[in-house]
Nanobody, 126 residues
Framework: QLQLVESGGGLVHTGGSLTLSCAIS????????TGWFRQRSGKEREGVAS???????DYPDSVRGRFTISRDVAKKMVYLQMNNLKPEDTAVYYC????????????????????WGQGTQVTVSS
């Protein structure tokens, strides 16, 4: 059973940085497309970063240049480095993964991911 566990959320001031971690068990990381999503209060869940099996990354304009997704296959970890955080980045952040045979597949659509972590709160104070 593929399981995801996030950690690393917390409270940070505007302009600060946080690194979120996602520990993956039950499957090899290099066989997964993985992503980070967030859900702000009253909003739909949105994808903020995704990485294909090949290692291609994708970001929306709202976080490009500030957020970086990475993975460590040996440690079975996926990370989200968040820099220059803004109050509008406040949300519950989720790690997501899907098993795919397509080496190039990448997505920021929540419907494309079958496995989810429990979420970790990130709060950015102004």
């Amino acid at each position: 059973q593929l399981q995801l566990v996030e950690s690393g959320g917390g409270l940070v001031h505007t302009g600060g940085s946080l690194t979120l971690s996602c520990a993956i068990s039950g499957f090899s990381v290099d066989g997964l497309t993985t992503g980070w999503f967030r859900q702000r209060s009253g909003k739909e869940r949105e994808g903020v970063a995704s990485i294909s099996r090949k290692g291609t990354e994708d970001y929306p304009d709202s976080v490009r240049g500030r957020f970086t997704i990475s993975r460590d296959v040996a440690k079975k970890m996926v990370y989200l480095q968040m820099n220059n955080l803004k109050p509008e980045d406040t949300a519950v952040y989720y790690c997501a993964a899907d098993v795919t045979r397509n080496y190039l597949f990448i997505s920021r659509r929540a419907d494309d991911f079958a496995f989810w972590g429990q979420g970790t709160q990130v709060t950015v104070s102004s």
